[in-house]
């Protein structure tokens, strides 16, 4: 007998059909790792249905891109929290359903607007007497994130704006977010290992990037046992995996994102 769903939060994933080749390694590690998940899991796609009973399929067609694709899904949605995902965020270790349940209750008691469960960017103060939460501050970069985290469902469709793509979304809705009177918590970083040793749900990521493969993913899978076909898309380029590496050292991503911002406006400027 199956156990009784959480009618409180679920797991929305966001995408579309051009990223379906991502569907099955995704939904193989995430029932893997979260085999006792209590929430409702939702896919959002543009037409296709995922063919798994544990999954439930939100088909919007025709496409409007990112924004108002989750618009139109979120008016389907009768929960009042949501736990953000997207195809590529490759579990890769135990998710923790009380530990998640706590954080929800959390959200609950603080009335707050997201506790991001994978901290990019992370707190960056205090928030009350908690331990292992802090507050994102109005300002920061990024505050507004598409990483893995718990949402309350009216401020989450509050933040959205018809037409925006994913990306605008974590740039413009953060300084939309300025104005917003509920807090915008996250789980702390860790020192040394930021993400992987704090992360509640932790996953690949992010395994899609420009529309190709991300250039670990290939030894990833392997070393998971997941069968994936990755003939749809082609793989990013060796300089580009470097880069990914790069962003991921403890202490010298953030010299390294700060140089390659600065890179990317100079091309920018010159073209």
């Known amino acids: 007998m199956s156990a009784p769903r959480d009618k409180k939060c679920a797991i929305l994933i966001s995408s579309c059909d051009a990223y379906r080749d991502a569907w ?16 409702p899991v939702f896919l959002i796609s543009t037409g296709k249905i995922f063919p798994d009973a544990r999954v439930t399929t939100i088909p919007i067609s025709p496409d409007r891109g990112w924004a108002s694709n989750m618009l139109t899904a979120l008016s389907k949605y009768p929960h009042p929290f ?16 009380l530990r998640v349940q706590a954080l929800i209750d959390v959200m609950q008691k603080e009335r707050a ?42 401020v989450f469709t509050r933040l959205l704006k018809k037409g925006e793509r994913g990306a605008e979304m974590e740039h413009d809705g953060s300084a939309r977010s300025y104005d917003f009177s509920e807090p915008f918590l996250s789980v702390s970083r860790g020192v040394f290992f930021p993400y992987d040793k704090s992360a509640v749900v932790d996953y690949f990521s992010t395994g899609i990037t420009k529309g190709r493969w991300h250039g670990g993913v290939r030894r990833f899978f392997a070393a998971q046992g997941v069968s994936a076909d990755l003939s749809h898309r082609p793989v990013e380029s060796s300089a580009a995996a470097r880069r990914h590496f790069l962003k991921s050292l403890p202490f010298l991503s953030p010299l390294v994102r700060f140089a390659f911002r600065i890179e990317y406006k100079l091309k920018t400027l010159f073209e």
């Open 24 to 39: 099955g390694p995704f939904f193989e590690l995430f029932f893997r790792y979260w085999p006792d998940c209590p929430f």
């Open 82 to 97: 949501l736990l953000y995902m997207q195809e590529d965020y490759f579990l890769k270790r135990p998710v923790s359903s």
């Open 113 to 154: 607007a997201c506790l991001m469960l994978y901290p990019a960017p992370g707190p960056n103060s205090r928030y009350k007497n908690y331990r292992d939460i802090g507050a994102i501050r109005p300002g920061t970069p990024y505050r507004v994130s598409l990483q893995a985290g718990i949402w309350n469902t009216e």
